[in-house]
């Protein structure tokens, strides 16, 4: 068998292979540990990169969100982060700026802090929440993902100059 990884698997187009069946068929090849790994690498350990637009807070994702959602309240509105995407706590890691972010934390009935660059204000959703898994404003991610939005909450609060234009489930508070 010939064992080639496509250039989907390799950025950096050094090495050009390619597989002509699913990776279980690399079992047998001589070169099946080296390509497998290349291969999960890939698909697994995409990372990325998060910043405020000042660039003095920069993180990482090791994995793509889990979940990417439309927030309509007028608290999230009003500080920047009504699209926001799921993270686990364990796949970010900060590059700099932690001592940067600030937390806004709100008043009874209130429960969710939002956190923000102290030197630019941009929006980092909850970015300082000790949660396994919390938002963060979308706005923050400088690569690509694949998500798009999946949900609308608190769209009585959403504002009548505003069109929801995708077909997204809609929820009057967080969906259930």
Request: proline share 6%; charged share 25%.
């Amino acid at each position: 068998m010939r064992v080639r990884l496509t250039e989907s698997y390799v950025r950096s187009g050094r090495n050009k292979f390619e597989i002509s069946g699913p990776p279980s068929a690399l079992r047998h090849t001589p070169c099946s540990c080296i390509v497998l790994n290349k291969i999960r690498n890939e698909r697994v350990y995409k990372m990325i990169e998060g910043s405020c637009c000042c660039g003095a807070v920069k993180f990482q994702l090791a994995s793509e969100p889990s979940m990417m959602g439309t927030c309509h309240c007028s608290r999230c509105r009003k500080v920047g982060a009504s699209s926001i995407v799921f993270v686990k706590r364990e796949d970010l890691t900060w590059v700099k700026g932690k001592d940067q972010v600030g937390l806004y934390q709100p008043e009874a009935p209130y429960k969710y802090g939002r956190c923000f660059c102290k030197v630019c204000g941009t929006s980092l959703g909850e970015i300082l929440s000790q949660e396994d898994s919390f938002p963060i404003a979308a706005n923050a991610l400088d690569t690509e993902i694949g998500l798009r939005n999946q949900f609308h909450e608190f769209v009585s609060e959403k504002p009548a100059w505003y069109e929801i234009c995708d077909d997204a489930p809609q929820s009057e508070g967080h969906p259930s």
